[in-house]
């Protein structure tokens, strides 16, 4: 028996049995608190993290490709765009051009119309006016003629009648 009391003895001394029991301990711990399951599941958010993130690199680099090759037709379609704004700029010069013309030309028919029409006004006031004092003097030398040759007056009276005479009323 003191063997086996020695025996114990040294086993509760040992330290390799005590690391056993420890480790026997600390598995039985673990499984209780099912850390391993916990150690799986962030084991797994951190491979889908890194697989989400490598999608993203590929999307981020197809998109970085695709800009590229935006970004390397850009001075063509600037080009492009320059040469499409130019020949609307010159439809658009040819076309004022054209309307101003027009325009112009409309202004100077009508100025002439109606410096035309202004032209026959005046001509028409001065025929008129013409007339009047032409009428006027025409009486005045009448009847000053008529004042210093009072046979005169008899005499256009007669003319006037020989007229009446010769006009058919009939």
Known sequence: MNEILSFI????????????????????????????????????????????????????????QNSKKILSKLPDDIKQMEQNTKEKIEIFKAQIEENTQKTIFEMESNADKIIELEEAKVANILTDKTSLVSINMAKKRIVDLLNTNPQMHNQFIQQSIDELERVDLG
């Open 9 to 64: 003895k040294y086993l509760a001394t040992s330290n390799a049995i005590n690391f056993i029991i420890m480790l026997v301990l600390l598995g039985w711990i673990l499984n209780k608190l099912q850390l391993g399951n916990s150690f799986e599941s962030s084991i797994k958010f951190i491979k889908d993290s890194i697989s989400n993130s490598e999608n993203e690199r590929k999307q981020a680099n197809k998109n970085l």
